[in-house]
T-cell receptor, first 115, second 111 residues
Framework: GAVVSQHPSRVICKSGTSVKIECRSL??????MFWYRQFPKQSLMLMAT?????????EQGVEKDKFLINHASLTLSTLTVTSAHPEDSSFYIC???????????FGSGTQLSVL | DAKTTQPPSMDCAEGRAANLPCNHS???????VYWYRQIHSQGPQYIIH???NNETNEMASLIITEDRKSSTLILPHATLRDTAVYYC????????????FGQGTTLQVKP
């Protein structure tokens, strides 16, 4: 099946620093990618929709200045958690849709721990 | 997007079929039924999706009722590696593209 690569898989950072997470579609082009967040023992929560060449669309309650999304090419979207705090510690997962299909594929996730 | 209702947990004996139910009574005509699963600390894995007809692939079968208000995911011969959280999601991926996850069913396959 299609592969979505997410990097890094795990990151530990100090409070106040910024962290960038990359999401790449390896064998297909993705005009749209999605970012989710998951807290322990909870389901995935959609944060934003990343559109190639345009601004991301954020879900209600998600701070766009806190979670910067850039989708500069058809195969790469990045999520930057700015000025991270311990409450931002979570499992972040990206996904990408194969164009003209109904299938959505997910990356392996990034575990962010903010100290 | 229509909401789904799934039992929070189920057990299944290894080698037996696992039948995971999902209710989606408010599904609209152009919405698909998707099934994903998530093994601990990994990203969700696509299993199968369907609109009206039953679907089968190498992983599972999807049975959708005629009124489309419910569906069942069938893992024909469950193995220990099938232990995971299974999510039933209703949506139209190619329109808005986003899929909203519910709480899912934790399937425990036991030896």
């Amino acid at each position: 099946g299609a592969v979505v690569s997410q990097h890094p898989s795990r990151v530990i950072c100090k409070s106040g620093t910024s962290v960038k997470i990359e999401c790449r579609s390896l064998d297909f082009q993705a005009t749209t990618m999605f970012w989710y967040r998951q807290f322990p023992k909870q389901s995935l929560m959609l944060m934003a929709t990343s559109n190639e060449g345009s601004k991301a669309t954020y879900e209600q309650g998600v701070e766009k200045d806190k979670f910067l999304i850039n989708h500069a090419s058809l195969t790469l979207s990045t999520l930057t958690v700015t000025s991270a705090h311990p409450e931002d510690s979570s499992f972040y997962i990206c996904s990408a849709r194969i164009q003209f299909t109904e299938k959505l594929f997910f990356g392996s996730g990034t575990q962010l721990s903010v100290l | 997007d229509a909401k789904t209702t799934q039992p929070p947990s189920m057990d299944c004996a290894e080698g037996r079929a696992a039948n995971l139910p999902c209710n989606h009574s408010t599904i609209s005509g152009n919405e698909y039924v998707y099934w994903y699963r998530q093994i601990h600390s990994q990203g969700p894995q696509y299993i199968i999706h369907g609109l009206k007809n039953n679907e089968t692939n190498e992983m599972a079968s999807l049975i959708i009722t005629e009124d489309r208000k419910s569906s069942t995911l069938i893992l024909p011969h469950a193995t220990l590696r099938d232990t995971a959280v299974y999510y039933c999601i209703v949506g139209r991926s190619s329109n808005t593209g986003k899929l909203i996850f519910g709480q899912g069913t934790t399937l425990q396959v036991k030896p």
